[in-house]
């Protein structure tokens, strides 16, 4: 008998491979990764099951999120996941980025398969198979939720 010819990577690997990557280098080098000095909402979450902690900061220019950055720790799904999501959503307006969230928590909660609007949001498609990692992946969107409701909030009560 001749040993076992190694498989090759399949499609499937590939990308896989590629989503890795990804996450590794937003948990690396986070994107907007600071606090801000003068924001219109502020929020904190936190996900106890993996003990990943987030605070996010928004400034709005009438509806749309101008600036947006994030602070936390947690694991390296939990940054990559806020790191990525501030890219997505600056920029986009409020209801855009809820409409955004919604697209990305059916991504991870279900096997829909990614579609183009999701852009590096669809790093996250596996995520699905790990229930455990849903909550990691989809803080940094509630925390964001929070922060848009605080900045609505006080802009009512200029
Ligand atoms: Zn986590």
Known sequence: M???VPPLPSEQGRLEELYQSVILDHNRR???HRAM????GRAEGRNPLCGD???VWVRLEGDTIADISFKGAGCAISRASASI???AVKGHTVAEAEALFER????VTTRTPATAELGSLAVFSGVARF????KCASLSWHTLRSALRDGAAAARAQ
């Open 131 to 134: 229930p455990v990692r849903v």
């Open 53 to 55: 902690e987030i605070t």
């Open 85 to 87: 999501m501030t890219t």
């Open 37 to 40: 000095e003068v924001a219109d």
């Open 30 to 32: 986070p994107r907007n």
């Open 104 to 107: 990305f928590h059916e991504l």
């Open 2 to 4: 001749s040993a076992p």
